[in-house]
């Protein structure tokens, strides 16, 4: 069945910091791919989603592109600020199904 | 924007008790589902419905149940609530070819 593997966390970098989350997924046909934002206290927000291969999805300063290839959607940012501390959740979307990584617990120390 | 709408942040009952957990959407979404959200397991799929009167068992259903009598509304209900059963639960909507819209989430603790 489809699937993603999300890095393990915590990550936790310095303001202005480079940003790598990585995701990578197992699934039959062409799926959708998702990077979801857990503010601490929330729910989740879609931050950002690619519905095809090499497209790239962006908001916020964070971006994703959907490698077939490698079967990953990587979520980067060049500079990360003290409001970007949350927990990220890569997602895959095929037949209706969405299904969760495990998430990633990102700190931005000042 | 779609809203989804859980009815409580946080909530404390008691082993034993039926607990009832609402979730309201208001874009005439078809797809609605039920998570439970628990540290280092990620988000579960308890139940989830595709259309009214519907519904289907996720990856973790024992110990739950769930009512969807109006499209807009999907009721989790812990029919005999007990301690391992103390978690976030989030509430989501979509349409059939879209990403989720999550609630705010609901912060269940049995005592």
């Known amino acids: 069945g489809n699937s993603v593997t999300q890095m393990e966390g915590p990550v936790t970098l310095s303001e202005e910091a480079f940003l790598t989350i990585n995701c990578t997924y197992t699934?039959?046909?062409?799926?959708?791919l998702f990077w979801y934002v857990q503010y601490p206290g929330e729910g989740l927000q879609l931050l950002l989603k690619a519905t095809k291969a090499d497209d790239k999805g962006s908001n916020k300063g964070f971006e994703a592109t959907y490698r077939k290839e490698t079967t990953s959607f990587h979520l980067e940012k060049g500079s990360v600020q003290v409001s970007d501390s949350a927990v990220y959740f890569c997602?895959?979307?095929?037949?209706?199904?969405?299904?969760f990584g495990a998430g990633t617990r990102l700190t931005v120390k000042p | 924007d779609v809203k989804v709408t859980q009815s409580s942040r946080y909530l404390v009952k008691r082993t034993g008790e039926k607990v009832f957990l609402e979730c309201v959407q208001d874009m005439d979404h078809e797809n609605m589902f039920w998570y439970r959200q628990d540290p280092g397991l990620g988000l579960r799929l308890i139940y989830f419905s595709y259309d009214v009167k519907m519904k289907e068992k996720g990856d973790i259903p024992e110990g739950y149940s769930v009512s969807r009598e109006k499209k807009e509304r999907f009721s989790l209900i812990l029919e005999s609530a007990s301690t391992n059963q103390t978690s976030m639960y989030l509430c989501?909507?979509?349409?059939?070819?879209?990403?989720?819209?999550f609630g705010s989430g609901t912060r269940l603790t049995v005592v």
């Open positions: 997602a895959l979307m095929g037949n209706n199904d969405m299904r």
């Open positions: 989501a909507s979509s349409l059939v070819t879209a990403g989720y819209t």
């Open positions: 699934a039959t046909g062409y799926p959708s």
